[in-house]
């Protein structure tokens, strides 16, 4: 399995993150599990940490981007980021 991964090392915006979303559902159709590999991303704004993985919490649920999207190599500040990300929208689920 090939890790999924961001063509630039600043993430920032909405639309960006709302198409790279889009991208992921076809990867999640297509297998289990897709890991997402941070390595080369410096920095992730709240905006596109909140549209891609807190959007994905809304949509999906919590349980189900734990069990099927791996995040490895992210920076601990970025990895924050999607974390805080994702419990605010786990939080708006509940």
């Not at 709302?18 to 941070?38: F, G, H, M, P, W």
Request: proline share 0%.
């Amino acid at each position: 399995m090939e890790a999924y991964t961001f063509q630039h090392t600043d993430l920032a915006s909405r639309s960006l993150a709302s198409r790279e979303r889009s991208s992921l559902y076809q990867q999640l159709t297509e297998q289990d599990q897709v890991v997402i590999d941070l390595g080369e991303v410096e920095s992730i704004s709240e905006s596109f940490a909140d549209e891609l993985f807190g959007v994905l919490v809304l949509e999906r649920g919590f349980d189900f981007v734990v069990k099927h999207v791996k995040i490895v190599n992210a920076a601990d500040d970025v990895l924050r980021s999607i974390a805080i990300a994702m419990k605010r929208r786990r939080s708006i689920a509940a």
